[in-house]
Nanobody
Framework: VQLQASGGGVVQAGGSMRLSCVVSGSARYMGWFRQPLEKEREFVASIKWSGGSTYYADSVRGRFTISRDNAKNMVYLNMNSLKPEDTAVYYC???????????????????WGQGTQVTVSS
């Protein structure tokens, strides 16, 4: 499985941004994670490829939306009402065997895209 993320940049607080991740290969769950400077990588959102069930970190629920386009093999992260604390390098991840109880654990994912920087200015 190969992943390629895109769509980062600089946005003002309160603004919106969409991240995209193209997936080659199959996956059971896709996830978005982020890593602020000098902090650990943290779970943002996940989606089950079959069925589309979605899961969110409390810090982004209601502001971020994860979605997928099966025909295009794409996963998206729509981010609204962005805050300076959302500033981080964002990564997409995938795994073929991950189970629901592990989707928030970055170590449970075998495949990662390159990161894309999101900077929210105040």
């Amino acid at each position: 499985v190969q992943l390629q993320a895109s769509g980062g940049g600089v946005v003002q607080a309160g603004g919106s941004m969409r991240l995209s991740c193209v997936v080659s290969g199959s996956a059971r769950y896709m996830g978005w994670f982020r890593q602020p400077l000098e902090k650990e990588r943290e779970f943002v959102a996940s989606i089950k490829w079959s069925g589309g069930s979605t899961y969110y970190a409390d810090s982004v629920r209601g502001r971020f939306t994860i979605s997928r386009d099966n025909a295009k093999n794409m996963v998206y992260l729509n981010m609204n009402s962005l805050k300076p604390e959302d500033t981080a390098v964002y990564y997409c991840a995938a795994d073929e065997r991950i189970i629901l109880s592990s989707i928030r654990n970055p170590q449970a994912y075998d495949y990662w895209g390159q990161g894309t920087q999101v900077t929210v200015s105040s």
